[in-house]
Structures are given as structure tokens and as C-alpha cells.
């Protein structure tokens, strides 16, 4: 059974650093991403992962400011969220495709979604 369990999220100012880990169980996958949504809003890409690390891609918003971290021999994905913003709060959700896209109806596989809040 292929699962994509998350963990971190939390409440955080803003300025601050959280740090969300993904581990999948019962398959590997070539490309991991994370994805946020914020109330009202649609699902949008944050982050992608190839599974040697070597190619990565990153939403505007967060270049610079966000790292995807990949450890294949835990089978993990993490997300280093630096100088978080207000505009930042969303639920985070880790995913894994077979294509490096920032289109969420091409991942296959979602973890449950933690919730990052930054309050100002």
C-alpha cells in the first residue's frame, strides 16, 4: 500500500523557520513535490524534487526562501521553509508524480496535508 505520511507544520512568526518532512512507504518515486492551499484558494505548486536531487524547480514565491530535500535512502521528501510570511499560512501537502511538473493533476499520490500558520 503506497502512503505519504507528513509530519512538522505548526504555528511560527513571521521570520521564522519550519521544517515539514514526507515519508512514503510501499513504492519510490522519480519526482516528489509539495503543494499548499490556503482557505478559499486553489491547490498551487510550491516545490519539486527529481529523485537524484539534481533537478529541482520552485514557485516564484517561495525561490529563495524554500528548500526540498530529498533523502532516498529514508525514502523521505522534507521542506525547509525559511523567512516564512503571513501568506505563507496554508495546509501543505507532500505528492509524487512520474513527471517534474508543477501541474497538481499529474501527482498520483497525496499525504494528508499538515497545517503552517505564520501569524504577523
Known amino acids: 500500500q503506497v502512503q505519504l505520511v507528513l509530519s512538522g507544520g505548526g504555528l511560527v512568526q513571521a521570520g521564522g523557520s519550519l521544517r515539514l518532512s514526507c515519508a512514503a512507504s510501499g513504492r519510490t518515486f522519480s519526482i516528489m513535490g509539495w503543494f499548499r492551499q490556503a482557505p478559499g484558494k486553489e491547490r498551487e505548486f510550491v516545490a519539486a524534487?527529481?529523485?537524484?536531487?539534481?533537478?529541482?524547480s520552485y514557485a516564484d514565491s517561495v525561490k529563495g526562501r524554500f528548500a526540498i530535500v530529498r533523502d532516498n535512502a529514508k525514502n523521505t521528501v522534507d521542506l525547509q521553509m525559511n523567512s516564512l510570511k503571513p501568506e505563507d499560512t496554508a495546509l501543505y501537502y507532500c505528492?509524487?508524480?512520474?513527471?517534474?511538473?508543477?501541474?497538481?493533476?499529474?501527482?498520483?499520490?497525496w499525504g494528508q496535508g499538515t497545517q503552517v500558520t505564520v501569524s504577523s
Open positions: 524534487t527529481s529523485w537524484s536531487g539534481g533537478t529541482t
Open positions: 505528492a509524487a508524480s512520474t513527471v517534474l511538473t508543477t501541474i497538481v493533476s499529474q501527482y498520483n499520490y
